[in-house]
């Protein structure tokens, strides 16, 4: 259910040889993930434990913490993994904190997002679907994803609307689970094929929907979004209770919104072409 491979959270400073041959932090941590890459858990265990235990002031400790309850979960521990991702959420660590991966890793720490994402996945395996949902909306709003790319924020808002349509499918509310997929339905940035296509197949019961969708389009209607030091009108829609932005539906003053074409591109799309032929 998770949206990236979450791993282990990496040391991005080579650590330097200890003249007296002493074991460092880092060095302890530099152990862990080489047992971490090797599936080890147990001993990467051991090693990430010994900083939490013996160096709770060191910047490696909240690294160190978090892998603790990354390393319980991927052992099936879940009892351990809820006890340190709950501690995770009240913690004041550094959301921002450079997470020490590779080029194509996420860059930031993300620890509370993070830790509740893979609360509502330990929820979510035992069959606790509230609790799951309750988790996963945290991740969603509390602790929102940060990264400084858009194409990874629309990956993520696929992920989210896939997601939250899978829980409510789970808690068997069939109408929460399209309201949830229906607002990334024009999302261009990241494949979201796996939206129309979840959609074709909740949707296919459902009666008048191009009629709906239709007149939907026919009120489209205006908003001001307020950002730090400027505004600018954004437009949506209303289709099965769900507000959907209107592609490229802005306008400041360059910029005009013309709602005639603004229908035609968006009966262009594979969703309405979906919707049409249901």
């Known amino acids: ?32 993930e080489k047992f971490s890459e090797a599936k080890d858990y147990k001993n990467a265990l051991t090693s990430f434990k010994y900083i939490v235990k013996h160096y709770p002031k060191n910047t490696l400790f909240p690294k160190a913490f978090y892998n603790t309850g990354y390393l319980y ?10 006890v340190v991702f ?18 194509m890793d996420d860059p930031y720490t993300n620890y509370r997002h993070r830790a509740s994402e893979i609360l509502s996945d330990i ?37 989210t609307a896939l997601t939250y349509s899978d829980l409510y499918h789970k808690l068997d509310n069939k109408d929460k689970a399209i309201e949830c997929l229906l607002p990334a339905v024009f999302v261009t940035l990241a494949n979201n094929s796996k939206i129309i296509s979840e959609l074709k197949t909740l ?13 939907a389009l026919d009120s489209i209607y205006s908003k001001t979004i307020q950002r730090d ?8 829609f209303k289709f099965l209770n769900a507000e959907i932005a209107v592609p490229s539906g802005y306008e ?11 229908i035609n591109d968006i009966k262009k799309t594979e969703f309405y072409k979906m919707i049409k032929n249901l």
């Open 203 to 215: 949707l296919k019961k459902k009666k008048n929907l191009k009629r709906q969708l239709d007149n």
């Open 123 to 159: 929820y979510y395996n035992k069959k606790m679907y509230d609790t799951a949902l309750h988790y996963f909306a945290l991740s969603d709003t509390l602790y929102p994803y940060l990264h400084f790319c858009g194409n990874e924020y629309a990956a993520n808002d696929i992920h």
């Open 73 to 82: 979960f991927m052992d099936n521990q879940y009892d351990s993994s809820i």
């Open 1 to 32: 259910m998770t949206k990236f491979s979450f791993t282990i959270l990496f040391f991005i400073v080579a650590s330097s040889q200890n003249l007296f041959g002493q074991k460092m932090p880092s060095d302890y941590f530099d152990e862990g």
């Open 252 to 262: 400041d003053e360059k910029k005009k919104f013309d709602k005639d074409e603004a």
């Open 86 to 103: 709950k501690s995770i959420l009240t913690s004041n660590f550094n959301e921002k904190e450079n997470a020490g991966g590779g080029i």
């Open 229 to 236: 030091t400027y505004s600018y009108t954004r437009y949506y």
